[in-house]
């Protein structure tokens, strides 16, 4: 089992940046990737960004050139750092860990979520 705890979330205006962060305890050694995903009010859920074990990231669509995702392996903990937000972007962010098998990334675990809310 691996526990994962996020934080970061809150309400940013338009064009500003959050940092999300996630925190992974447990059977790390269970998992070779972890991510994140979201979910917008009615909407279904959403990948936005990958990362396997060895530092190799994969962005979504609307996240590519505005996310990065990084990994902290020594603190098990995950980060996505989020630039020029739109107001698309306002949804719970929901960070994942599990197994990349290629190209396929198929999420575990899941946290509670934080909500992101991009308001002026």
């Known amino acids: 089992q691996v526990h994962l705890v996020e934080s970061g979330g809150g309400l940013v205006q338009p064009g500003g940046s959050l940092r999300l962060s996630c925190a992974a305890s447990g059977s790390i050694s269970s998992i070779n990737a972890m991510g994140w995903y979201r979910q917008a009010p009615g909407k279904q859920r959403e990948v936005v960004a990958y990362?396997?074990?060895?530092?190799?990231?994969v962005y979504a669509g609307p996240a590519k050139g505005r996310f990065t995702i990084a990994r902290d392996g020594a603190k098990n903990t995950l980060f996505l750092q989020m630039n020029r937000l739109t107001f698309e972007d306002t949804a719970v962010y929901y960070c994942?860990?599990?197994?990349?098998?290629?190209?396929?990334?198929?999420?575990?675990?899941w946290g509670q979520g934080t909500q992101v809310t991009v308001s002026s």
């Open positions: 994942n860990a599990g197994l990349l098998t290629g190209s396929m990334y198929a999420p575990r675990y």
């Open positions: 990362i396997s074990i060895d530092d190799s990231p």
